[in-house]
């Protein structure tokens, strides 16, 4: 049961562009969300995250998108650089809850 | 400040083997959260452990599986017998000890372990 949902397993962007992520979840329970990067071989790393309470988080290039009625989040990356190279998971968790729950992630290649 | 760290980065092992995976938590962090990504899957929740305490075993295979968090050392993430199907990439993250989950900085996750069955 899958109730965090990435539907595109890659997207290619061009160097200097915007780069946008999109991640589906299907429980209404979930009140937190966060977006984290990983790179082959490592573990993932925060990168940036949004309380249900909010619609929209920036941190530098980083803009986090929260659209509860649609139960949709997108992560927003301007510009792309060749770095940002890399998966990109969606996570969501419930106030009450000790997990996170993932998605698939998203593989972002920057070409140069 | 050395991050969350796990050993072996990769494993082998046979079928019916036993397979120990290690966990030492970042630096003043008491809480360990175990994950698995299998082949083109995300990462799937397995426990949650404080020191000398399972908190949320709810993601955990029913058998083979078993995780501690002694008073000393690290979390260890055992299974027996392993098989083929265990086969991905465990990993462990660490929070502090004010309790559970972050939102402002989720968890710091190691660079996994990954265990191969042959």
Same mark, same amino acid.
């Given at each position: 049961?899958?109730? @965090?949902k990435?539907n595109?397993?890659?997207l290619?962007?061009?160097e200097?562009?915007?780069?946008i992520l999109?991640c589906?979840?299907?429980n209404s329970m979930?009140?937190?969300? !966060?977006?984290?990067?990983k790179?082959?071989?490592?573990? #993932?790393?925060f990168?940036?995250?949004i309380?249900?309470?909010k619609?929209?988080? +920036? ?6 998108? !929260?659209? /509860? $009625?649609?139960?949709?989040?997108? !992560? ?8 940002? $190279? ?10 009450t ?12 290649t @920057?070409? #140069? | ?22 966990c *030492? ?9 175990w994950?698995?990504q299998?082949?083109? +899957?995300?990462l /799937?929740f397995?426990?949650y452990?404080?020191?000398?305490n399972?908190?949320? +075993?709810?993601g955990?295979p ?6 501690e968090?002694?008073? +000393?050392g #690290?979390?260890i993430?055992?299974?027996q ?5 265990? *086969?991905?990439a465990?990993f462990?993250? *660490?929070?502090?000890?004010?309790g559970?989950?972050?939102?402002d900085?989720g ?5 996994g372990t990954? !265990?191969?069955v042959?």
């Amino acid at each position: 049961d899958q109730q @965090v949902k990435q539907n595109s397993p890659s997207l290619s962007v061009q160097e200097g562009r915007i780069s946008i992520l999109n991640c589906d979840y299907t429980n209404s329970m979930f009140d937190y969300f !966060l977006w984290y990067k990983k790179y082959p071989a490592e573990g #993932p790393t925060f990168l940036i995250s949004i309380s249900s309470i909010k619609d929209k988080n +920036e941190d530098g290039r980083f803009t986090v998108f !929260l659209n /509860k $009625s649609a139960k949709h989040l997108s !992560l927003h990356i301007v510009p792309s650089q060749p770095g940002d $190279s890399a998966v990109y998971f969606c996570a969501a968790s419930k106030n009450t809850g000790n997990q996170f729950y993932f998605g698939t992630g998203t593989s972002l290649t @920057v070409i #140069p | 400040n050395a991050g969350v760290m796990q050993n072996p980065r990769h494993l082998v092992r046979r079928r019916g083997q036993e397979a120990r995976l290690r966990c *030492s938590p970042m630096k003043g962090h008491s809480h360990v959260y175990w994950y698995r990504q299998l082949p083109e +899957e995300g990462l /799937k929740f397995m426990v949650y452990l404080q020191k000398e305490n399972i908190i949320d +075993e709810s993601g955990m295979p029913k058998e083979r599986f078993s995780a501690e968090f002694p008073k +000393e050392g #690290p979390s260890i993430l055992r299974i027996q017998q392993v098989v083929r199907g265990d *086969s991905a990439a465990y990993f462990c993250a *660490s929070s502090p000890g004010q309790g559970g989950i972050s939102v402002d900085y989720g968890y710091t996750f190691g660079s996994g372990t990954r !265990l191969t069955v042959v």
